[in-house]
């Protein structure tokens, strides 16, 4: 795919919730396109599984190591260049994780506001996806799917905070509208491996978009 009218390289980044299928289509854009794939480094973050134990103790700590290594691919999808796919963003990590942790009371406040200066240190100087695709699916949805796919970790993620988390994701989606090229996709009653139809015609809108 050549560059797009930007003049640069299309970057593609796929948003939505815990569960919700983002690994999975962002591995078949790379199957069907040959495109870069930046995958959320959830499993290599030492901080998780004490995370999901005690989120109080350790929600600053497992959300500075996400955004470290959310800016790292980020500054490698600016300057390569083919196209690349990214599974999760940087803005995802500190405008709805971080800031649903501090909501919630699960990240102190001193540590909230020093972990906001930098992202916004940071996002200003970021050049953004040319298209944001949002997986949008409900809580029990996303309960379901995180079952099945067996993460020992995961397995005892707390309901509420799902659903909070889903409340975030909309209204981000809502406020990012403006700014951004956003697709949103409703995958509560798809299933990306067995609805060959639904999801053909989801990669073909998203390959339109960027082309």
């Known amino acids: 795919m050549p560059q797009n009218p930007n003049g640069h390289s299309p ?7 815990i569960g919700v299928g983002k690994t999975t289509l962002t591995k078949m854009l790379v199957e069907r396109f040959g495109w870069t794939a930046f995958f959320e480094k959830e499993v290599a973050n030492p901080y998780l ?22 800016l790292k691919d980020h500054l490698q999808i600016q300057a390569a260049p083919a196209p690349s796919v990214q599974d999760r963003t ?5 405008e709805i994780f971080a800031h649903n942790l501090f909501e919630r009371g699960l990240m102190h406040a001193r540590d909230y506001a020093c972990y906001a200066d930098l992202y916004a240190a940071i996002s200003s100087s970021l050049r ?3 298209l944001f695709v949002y997986l ?4 029990w949805t996303l309960i379901s799917r995180i079952r099945k796919r067996g993460r020992d ?26 700014k951004y090229q956003v697709m949103i996709v409703d995958t509560d009653a798809y299933d990306v491996h067995r609805d060959k139809d ?14």
């Open 11 to 17: 970057f593609v980044a796929i948003a939505g919730n």
């Open 49 to 70: 599984a004490d995370f999901y134990q005690d989120m109080p103790a350790w929600a600053f700590q497992s959300q500075i190591f996400f955004l470290k290594e959310r």
């Open 90 to 94: 940087i803005y995802e990590d500190a």
């Open 128 to 130: 953004p996806p040319d």
């Open 136 to 139: 949008r699916a409900s809580t």
């Open 153 to 178: 970790y995961e397995q005892n993620i707390d309901k509420e905070y799902l659903a909070q988390l889903n409340l975030n994701y909309e209204r981000w989606a809502k406020r990012i509208l403006d």
């Open 198 to 211: 639904w999801l053909e015609n989801m990669i073909e809108e998203i390959q339109r978009r960027v082309a």
